[in-house]
């Protein structure tokens, strides 16, 4: 196991690695004219998604990022610790990933792979991933 000196640098490291996509990613989404407020939504969600990858061990950059990562998220960290975790929300999270991963795949940053899987996981897997936080919402 590890120190959490050792942690602490990793994820360090790794949040140094995904600045530059983020904003890169933002970038794009001003290029095609989007509202800011959408953009701010779109980079804020992923932000947050790279927070979760990094929460547990293995520590994950955002272009190591695959479906199940986003599954996990959707499924059970989401809905459990995030207190905005709501249909609305998880939607948003839906619209993000699809258009992150696309600009991922086109920009050659991940496998075009890696973008058919992730979005099959989103289209398949989305009643689930919506019934996911609305159990959570029974608990409250």
């Keep these: 196991m590890s120190s959490p000196n050792d942690y602490d640098a990793q994820v360090d490291v790794i949040k140094e690695q995904n600045a530059p996509i983020l904003a ?11 509202a800011k407020k ?22 994950t950059r955002l272009d190591e990022a695959d479906e199940g990562d986003i599954s996990s998220f959707l499924m059970d960290w989401f809905p459990r610790k995030a207190m905005w975790a709501s ?10 990933f699809k258009k992150f991963f696309q600009w991922m795949g086109e920009t050659k940053r991940i496998s075009p792979e890696v973008v058919d899987d992730v979005l099959t996981t989103l289209k398949e897997e989305r009643e689930d991933f919506l019934e996911a936080v609305e159990d959570d919402d029974d608990l409250w």
């Excluded at 959408?38 to 520590?59: G, M, R, S």
């Design 24 to 34: 890169s990613f933002q970038k794009s989404l001003e290029q095609a004219g989007l």
């Design 38 to 59: 959408t953009i701010k939504n779109h980079v804020e969600n992923i932000d947050f998604f790279a927070e979760y990858l990094v929460y547990y061990e293995p520590l």
């Design 87 to 96: 249909v609305s929300s998880t939607k948003s999270y839906l619209a993000s």
